[in-house]
């Protein structure tokens, strides 16, 4: 079974600045690679997919990179809005199909 | 629009049985894998398991392998998640969440409202 390491557990950011979320898989995922974002109270929504296409509707601020086992979603200036848990997840053929990592809380 | 709506939250005793459901509509049902996630009172994101309504192939997380059961109704574009025997550790929510192309493995675009479980004596 792929497990997804994010880090850190906790980001503390200031609003305008960048953050950088990383991510890693215990063996290779290739490209297929998602990030969600969740607010409290409510369903996940996907940002990006396929290590770096922003999902409809993502507002370009977001970005995805890597390749392999390490890959990072950065937010080039945070807004009010941006701050929430993220989770990474690979998605793959059998046996490993699906796998989260435990999340990181980006925080003000 | 494309939507999975999912059915209320429920309150149970350890012991006893549930099912919860997903309706999809807007799409072909039958095409698109359905995929299960729980999420414990303040912790992360667990893929539970998933099945393809097309033709009822169901792969299951080895964690929970065992401890639930996946099904589907084509007739109806319905989706379920069922336990024989809860347990308070299954207390948790409960999403349901569709791939963004038929008939792939893919990240989810579209997720259920989530069902809250609620298991206590």
């Known amino acids: 079974e792929i497990v997804m390491t994010q880090s850190p557990a906790t980001l503390s950011v200031s609003p305008g600045e960048r953050a950088t979320l990383s991510c890693r898989a215990s063996?290779?995922?290739?490209?297929?690679l998602a990030w969600y974002q969740q607010k409290p109270g409510q369903a996940p929504r996907l940002l990006i997919y396929?290590?770096?296409t922003r999902a409809a509707g993502v507002p370009a601020r977001f970005s995805g990179s890597g390749s392999g086992t390490e890959f990072t979603l950065t937010i080039s200036s945070l807004q009010s809005e941006d701050f929430a848990l993220y989770y990474c997840?690979?998605?793959?053929?059998?046996?490993?199909?699906?796998?989260f990592g435990q999340g990181t809380k980006l925080e003000i | 629009d494309v939507q999975l709506v999912q059915s209320g939250a429920e309150v149970k005793k350890p012991g006893e049985s549930l099912k919860i459901s997903c309706k999809g509509s807007?799409?072909?049902?039958?095409?698109?894998?359905i995929g299960w996630v729980r999420q414990m009172p303040g912790k992360g994101l667990e893929w539970m398991g998933i099945?393809?309504?097309?033709?009822?192939?169901?792969r299951y997380s080895p964690s929970f392998q065992g401890q639930v059961t996946i099904s589907a109704d084509r007739s109806i574009s319905t989706a379920y998640l069922q336990w024989s025997s809860l347990k308070a550790s299954d207390t948790a929510i409960y999403y349901c969440?569709?791939?963004?192309?038929?008939?792939?493995?893919?990240?989810?675009?579209?997720w259920g409202q989530g069902t809250m479980v609620t298991v206590s004596s």
């Open positions: 969440a569709r791939p963004q192309y038929s008939g792939y493995i893919d990240a989810y675009d579209i």
């Open positions: 807007g799409y072909t049902f039958t095409t698109y894998w």
């Open positions: 099945i393809y309504p097309g033709d009822s192939d169901t």
């Open positions: 063996q290779s995922v290739f490209s297929n």
């Open positions: 396929a290590t770096s």
């Open positions: 997840q690979q998605y793959n053929n059998w046996p490993s199909m699906y796998t």
